[in-house]
């Protein structure tokens, strides 16, 4: 295939190519870089994808997607997964009955699906870096994954600097240790006074101040994002989704459903694109928790935050009302006016509709389903008294599972583990009915109730000197940032 052009999803006529969209993540009108096109494979091509390991599929995938990387580099960025807890696959299935699997999704250094794509992103983006001028600045804010996940593939990484805002108290206390104790000269770690919202708006009014941004232009610094919108996250995303349907077809002989707990929809953007290349999926469920705006957009068609108010769950990493990668879909379904029109709603309304025809089509992709906390804890409780330890997201997927299985008791059923439980242990020792325990008790209980090994990745956290202390309020951190960039 040619070279894979990217084109925005609201119109503009421009594009760029694969290392662009990278490096530089914002396209025309408020939109996101996009595939120009799809590959789609014959059904022979499809059973050649089977007997290929993981680095062989995804050099072939890259390949038809027209994606320029040169093959040693994507070697080299894979090459990240043979740390991960199977040297032969960094996602494997793990059957939990005639209909269920497991995707375990979190076997990489920070143990949540983030390590999936940020730790070969990481290789290529600092690769694509080796002839510029000039050194970037990546700013993250962050729930408690995307942080963590980000400071390990950029620690120590040349001309790039990262700093990641957090909000102070706002995720675990693992979550919060792995970014405190990552010593690098290159990052810097700043707690919020304030919750996610506060550190994520501190870092839109950066990205938009005049002042700000000149002083990184006279320090010879770009900006750019490794947030789940930019296209070299979601290429990665596609692969374990393309994986995960071979084996399970391979398996069964039949498409599976994907199941998967939900929050910026870049995860469930993969397995779309996966499917639309004819790989044996069935369809796409959504899992959400009580923020079920993805819920009610799928089941109605209705996109609607004017009514709402964010809700603080168990799963945190889906507490979210703007699902940012709902807008590839939209583009990729009814086109890049339609979906600037639906964009433009958004803006003034807070809210927009697609039309019948419109919602029909999206749900020949999309099913959606959400649950409850409380109902969450349950499904944690059921399933660990079954030997089997879920997170707080994860458990969301099994109320979509119980949904598909109620229509068809032969459907197959891939659920995506997002974290493991690990990450959220004090929740977990929580619905465990293990009493009101920290991070570290809850993490030593659960391992001892239920004989399970916990990962030197977590283990270690505790005992790791904390290098990056700073709390600050929402006012100090653009000075803060500045005078560190000067050092
Ligand atoms: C980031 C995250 C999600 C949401 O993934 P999206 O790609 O944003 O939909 C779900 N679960 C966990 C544990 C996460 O870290």
């Given amino acids: 295939m040619q ?20 490096l530089n993540p914002n396209a025309p009108y408020g939109g996101l870089w996009t595939l120009a096109d799809l590959p789609k494979f014959s059904e022979d091509e499809i059973q050649s ?11 072939k995938i890259f390949q038809s997607l027209g994606l320029d990387i040169p093959q040693s580099l994507l070697a080299n960025a894979l090459a990240l997964y043979k740390k991960f807890d199977d040297k032969n696959t960094p996602a494997p299935l793990s059957k939990i009955n005639k209909n269920l699997s497991i995707q375990k999704l979190y076997c990489g250094p920070t143990r949540a ?68 104790t990552i010593a690098a000269k290159n990052i810097k770690v700043i707690g919020i006074k304030g919750d996610f919202d506060d550190a994520q708006n501190i870092l839109k009014n950066l990205l938009k101040d005049e002042q700000f941004l000149q002083s990184l232009t006279q ?17 990665f995303q596609i692969l374990y989704h393309i994986y995960a349907s071979l084996q399970s077809f391979s398996l069964y002989k039949r498409q599976a459903h994907i199941i998967i707990p939900s929050g910026n929809f870049g995860n469930a953007l993969g397995a779309f694109y996966a499917k639309n290349m004819g790989f044996p999926i069935e369809k796409i469920w959504i899992a959400s928790n009580a923020n079920n705006i993805l819920t009610d957009f799928i089941e109605s068609g209705v996109y609607d935050i004017s009514y709402r108010v964010l809700q603080k769950t168990y799963s945190p990493a889906m507490d979210i009302l703007t699902s940012s990668n709902v807008e590839r879909i939209l583009f990729f ?53 079954a030997g089997f330890i ?21 459907a197959i059923c891939i659920l995506c583990s997002t974290a493991e439980w690990t990450k959220f242990a004090k929740t977990l ?59």
């Fill in 3 to 22: 070279l894979q052009k990217f084109i925005g999803t609201r119109g503009g006529d421009c594009s760029v190519n694969f290392k662009g969209c990278v």
């Fill in 49 to 59: 994808f089977i007997r290929m390991d993981y680095e062989e599929l995804a050099q």
């Fill in 113 to 180: 699906f983030k390590d999936m794509a940020l730790q070969p992103f990481g290789e290529i983006f600092s690769a694509f870096l080796k002839d510029s001028s000039k050194e970037y600045l990546i700013l993250v804010a962050t729930s408690g994954d995307t942080g963590p996940a980000t400071l390990e593939s950029f620690a120590n990484k040349d001309k790039i600097k990262v700093v990641c805002l957090y909000p102070e108290g706002g995720t675990s206390e693992i979550q919060a240790l792995q970014m405190t």
């Fill in 219 to 235: 320090n010879n610094l770009a900006l750019s994002a490794a947030n789940s919108v930019n296209f070299g996250r979601i290429a």
């Fill in 333 to 385: 379904l009814f086109g890049k006016n339609r979906t600037r029109e639906l964009m433009e709603d958004l803006q003034k309304y807070k809210k927009y509709a697609l039309n019948q025809e419109e919602l029909k089509l999206l749900q020949t992709y999309f099913q959606a389903t959400y649950c409850e906390d409380l109902y969450c804890l349950e499904k944690i409780r059921e399933y660990a008294n």
């Fill in 390 to 410: 879920l997170d707080p997201h994860t458990a969301c997927g099994i109320k979509a599972y119980e949904e598909i299985i109620k229509n068809d008791n032969e």
């Fill in 429 to 487: 020792s929580q619905a465990l009915g293990m009493g009101d325990l920290g991070d570290k008790e809850s993490l030593e209980a659960i391992a001892s109730k239920y004989s399970l090994t916990i990962s030197p990745n977590i283990l270690d956290l505790f005992k790791k000197e904390i290098v990056h202390t700073q709390s600050i309020t929402k006012e100090e951190v653009k000075q803060n940032i500045l005078q560190w960039l000067r050092k």
